[in-house]
C-alpha cells in the first residue's frame, strides 16, 4: 500500500467527450505526477505539479491539463478524448526536493469507444 | 534526455531458479535509477532504487540490481524466484535534481515463473 488513491478505477468514455480523474495523495507529500500507460507499454511523463503549479510536463497536447489542490490532491483533465487516449492514468506522489522517489497508485484504466 | 532499453520483453523461468532482467539506459549526466515491479490490473510499486554510493542496491522480495556506470546498465537479479514474481518489471531513469522529476520508463519485461 502506497496510500497513492485513485477514482475512479474504470471509465468508460465515447470520442470527443471531457473525462477528469482524481488522485488523492500520499501524506505529507507536496508533488504529483501523472502518467500514461498504454496497453503493453511503460508509462509516459504527462505532466507534475509542485505545491499547486506546474513543474514539467512531457510530450502531450494542451487538452490535457490538471490542477493540484491545496490539500495536495490532484486532477487530470483530458478534452475533446481520442481512441487513443484509451490507457490506464497514474498518480504518483512524492516530497519533492533533491531525492523525489515517486510512489504510485493502482491506476485508472480509461477506455474511449 | 535520458532514454531505457529493456532487452528482454519476456523472460520465462522456472520457480526457485535464478533470474536477470536486463536494463540499459542512456543519458549525458548523472542519474537516478529505479525498478518498478506491476502486477496484474495494479500500479507500480517500488522494487528498489540507486541514487548514489554502493553500485549493488538490494530492494524487497529479495531483489537486487547492480549498477554499472562504463556500461550504463541496471540489470535486475534474484538468487531465486518464486511463482508469486510472475509480473511485469519496468525499469526507470531520472536525471538529477534541477534538471526535471519526470521518469523515463522503458518498455518493461514480462517475468513469468512456471513450476
Known amino acids: 500500500e502506497t496510500g497513492v488513491t485513485q477514482s475512479p478505477t474504470h471509465l468508460i468514455k465515447t470520442r470527443g467527450q471531457q473525462v477528469t480523474l482524481r488522485c488523492s495523495s500520499q501524506s505529507g507529500h507536496n508533488t504529483v505526477s501523472w502518467y500514461q500507460q498504454a496497453l503493453g507499454q511503460g508509462p509516459q511523463f504527462i505532466f507534475q505539479y509542485y505545491r499547486e503549479e506546474e513543474n514539467g510536463r512531457g510530450n502531450f497536447p494542451p487538452r490535457f491539463s490538471g490542477l493540484q489542490f491545496p490539500n495536495y490532491s490532484s486532477e487530470l483533465n483530458v478534452n475533446a478524448l481520442e481512441l487513443d487516449d484509451s490507457a490506464l492514468y497514474l498518480c504518483?506522489?512524492?516530497?519533492?526536493?533533491?531525492?523525489?522517489?515517486?510512489?504510485f497508485g493502482a491506476g485508472t484504466r480509461l477506455s474511449v469507444l | 534526455a535520458q532514454s531505457v532499453t529493456q532487452l528482454d520483453s519476456q523472460v520465462p523461468v522456472f520457480e526457485e531458479a535464478p533470474v536477470e532482467l536486463r536494463c540499459n539506459y542512456s543519458s549525458s549526466v548523472s542519474v537516478y535509477l529505479f525498478w518498478y515491479v506491476q502486477y496484474p490490473n495494479q500500479g507500480l510499486q517500488l522494487l528498489l532504487k540507486?541514487?548514489?554510493?554502493?553500485?549493488l542496491v538490494k530492494g524487497i522480495n529479495g531483489f537486487e540490481a547492480e549498477f554499472n556506470k562504463s556500461q550504463t546498465s541496471f540489470h535486475l537479479r534474484k538468487p531465486s524466484v518464486h511463482i508469486s514474481d510472475t509480473a511485469e518489471y519496468f525499469c526507470a531513469v531520472r536525471g538529477p535534481p534541477g534538471g526535471g522529476n519526470k521518469l523515463t520508463f522503458g518498455t518493461g519485461t514480462q517475468l513469468k515463473v512456471e513450476l
Open positions: 504518483a506522489s512524492s516530497f519533492g526536493g533533491k531525492i523525489n522517489i515517486q510512489y
Open positions: 540507486y541514487l548514489s554510493g554502493s553500485t
